[in-house]
T-cell receptor, first 114, second 112 residues
């Protein structure tokens, strides 16, 4: 069964360092998303991406964040200068169409900023 | 601004009985609703969805009911199994947009 895959599963980084989280969406999906979940809190929307551009972003997704689809398969989230409060599980998701169809999520990357 | 709310943080049910998880929303424009199941340290797994043109959708042991006038949806699991123990999130979206808004989750524990 096709699935969304994320790497790495766990990333530890020093505050102020840049991190890149990687995702391979399901191959025939056209819409891609990043969400995050701080421990014990709700799953929060960060950004959606379609046709090589950002479709929608939340107030969390400030200038420190960027997304890219560098090739035909990968979808990345970059955090330029990490802060302690960026520590969270980051989930990538993809869907065939927009938010009127179901999104499938990856297993997540646990980001720990120390 | 919590547009999607799950007011019960936890629920315990005996194996074989029905589990009912509830979700309320405030935005009457939402037209697509989903339920996800999540185990610790894993991503949300899609369970079932419903469009606002329907009031019920069934898939095996899972049934979602939508009451648009009350802005309420519920997920019924019958019969409940110990493997169903997880956190369940409802989510809502609006056609033509590009995000799903999640509730805070309900932790279901199915007791053997």
């Amino acid at each position: 069964e096709p699935e969304v895959t994320q790497t790495p599963s766990h990333q530890v980084t020093q505050m102020g360092q840049e991190v890149i989280l990687r995702c391979v969406p399901i191959s025939n999906h056209l819409y891609f998303y990043w969400y995050r979940q701080i421990l014990g809190q709700k799953v929060e929307f960060l950004v959606s991406f379609y046709n090589n551009e950002i479709s929608e972003k939340s107030e969390i997704f400030d200038d420190q964040f960027s997304v890219e689809r560098p090739d035909g398969s990968n979808f990345t989230l970059k955090i330029r200068s990490t802060k302690l409060e960026d520590s969270a599980m980051y989930f990538c998701a993809s869907s065939v169409q927009g938010a009127e169809t179901e999104a499938f999520f990856g297993q997540g990357t646990r980001l720990t900023v120390v | 601004d919590q547009q999607v709310k799950q007011n019960s943080p936890s629920l315990s049910v005996q194996e074989g009985r029905i589990s009912i998880l509830n979700c309320d929303y405030t935005n009457s424009m939402f037209d697509y609703f989903l339920w996800y199941k999540k185990y610790p340290a894993e991503g949300p797994t899609f369970l079932i969805s419903i469009s606002s043109i329907k009031d019920k959708n069934e898939d095996g042991r899972f049934t979602v009911f939508l009451n648009k006038s009350a802005k309420h949806l519920s997920l019924h699991i019958v019969p409940s199994q110990p493997g169903d123990s997880a956190v369940y999130f409802c989510a809502a979206s609006l056609s033509g947009t590009y995000k799903y808004i999640f509730g805070t989750g309900t932790r279901l524990k199915v007791l053997a």
